[in-house]
């Protein structure tokens, strides 16, 4: 399934079936790419359980509970040129968000990889201000997929 020229990777350790292809992700990272004039050098997306993304989330950040995504950048450039990461997503709570937002599996799965690639790009949403620009943002990528 891995485009072997395409900085996107996906992974799956979680035991449980994607409702994506990853034509698909790598299509978003393109878009937001080519919309946010930056580069992805390399971003993996690894799909994990539970257990997972707990044990994650409590080493790298001191919270002890299920999320959704936690996104690591790894690379140290300013300009947003050579961007290299890695998406941790809990499949298990992605598709119980997907059932509480009444939203497919697949365009949930979806935002959810997006809303990573604009964290690596250096959105935050701590604030209610960030968050209501990062959904507009998800919300506009997805878009976009959909009339693809």
């Known amino acids: 399934m891995e485009t072997p020229d395409h900085p996107l990777q996906l992974f799956n350790t979680s035991g449980l079936e994607l409702p994506f292809k990853e034509s698909e992700a790598a299509f978003l990272l393109d878009v937001i790419r080519e919309h946010q004039s930056c580069n992805y050098s390399f971003?993996?997306?690894v799909f994990v359980d539970e257990k997972e993304i707990v044990r994650i989330n409590?080493?790298?950040l001191g919270?002890?509970?299920?999320?959704?995504?936690i996104s690591f950048r790894y690379d140290e450039d300013t300009t947003n040129m050579e961007i290299e990461g890695t998406?941790?997503?809990?499949?298990?709570r992605i598709q119980e968000q997907a059932k509480e937002y009444c939203d497919s599996e697949k365009q949930e799965f979806l935002r959810i990889i997006v809303h990573g690639l604009i964290h690596l790009i250096g959105y935050d949403d701590q604030t209610p201000e960030e968050k209501a620009e990062m959904t507009?943002?998800?919300?506009?990528?997805?878009?976009m997929h959909l009339d693809s």
């Open 43 to 45: 971003v993996e997306v």
């Open 58 to 60: 409590k080493e790298f």
């Open 63 to 69: 919270r002890d509970y299920v999320t959704d995504i």
């Open 87 to 92: 998406l941790y997503c809990c499949t298990s």
């Open 136 to 143: 507009r943002l998800e919300n506009h990528y997805l878009k």
